[in-house]
């Protein structure tokens, strides 16, 4: 099972209900918006991809599917952008 985890150089600050970070390496700077920043918060400690679906379906009314489809996806652009890692 794959498991994730927030990628510990990123700058991060909480703005409201969103979250902006910064790739101190390489400059980059991302914003989520309220719901990634869920996620986000869920990957402050290693999960693995069930898990995060599990607890997301607790929060958002939304079909399990789409949520998982919707959740790779995000996982995916942040492990491409260096802002999570997968753990062994």
Do not use: P
């Not at 929060?59 to 942040?78: A, G």
């Amino acid at each position: 099972m794959e498991r994730f985890i927030q990628n510990n150089t990123i700058v991060q600050s909480k703005i409201g209900e969103e979250v902006v970070m910064l790739d101190m390496e390489s400059g980059f700077y991302f914003g989520l918006n309220s719901v990634a920043s869920v996620i986000w918060g869920l990957l402050a400690d290693e999960i693995g991809f069930e898990t995060l679906i599990d607890r997301l379906m607790e929060q958002f009314d939304v079909e399990r599917s789409i949520c998982e489809v919707d959740t790779q996806e995000l996982l995916d652009q942040m492990l491409e952008k260096n802002i999570i890692r997968k753990v062994a």
